[in-house]
Nanobody, 125 residues
């Protein structure tokens, strides 16, 4: 069972930056793909970004490209999401999720198995 803990959320003004972290308990975390998802009030959960087990392949939803950067440090069992140029529409609860996935190619964007509790991001205009 993988336990994930997000941190780094908060209140920021539009145009500002935040760095989210996702810390995992699993010692074999380096074999897991990790995704960041978000859910705004009244909206369905959507994928933000994902990273392969090695960190060598990434995925970004269109509206995040050029603003967000996902990375991971497998030695520290941690995945990061650097969010720049934040907009009020980025306001949501952000979740990290993990799925054991060591296949070639990009990370999955669906059907993650383990989820964190979420961290709130509020972007004021």
């Amino acid at each position: 069972q993988v336990q994930l803990v997000e941190s780094g959320g908060g209140l920021v003004q539009a145009g500002g930056s935040l760095r989210l972290s996702c810390a995992a308990s699993e010692r074999t975390f380096s074999t897991y793909a990790v995704g960041w998802f978000r859910q705004a009030p009244g909206k369905i959960r959507e994928i933000v970004s994902a990273v392969s087990w090695s960190g060598g392949s990434t995925y970004y939803a269109d509206s995040m490209k050029g603003r967000f950067t996902i990375s991971r440090d497998n030695a520290k069992n941690t995945v990061f999401l650097q969010m720049n140029s934040l907009k009020p529409e980025d306001t949501a609860v952000y979740y990290c999720a993990a799925k054991q996935w060591k296949l070639p190619g990009g990370p999955p964007i669906l059907n993650y198995d383990y989820w964190g509790q979420g961290t709130q991001v509020v972007v004021s205009s």
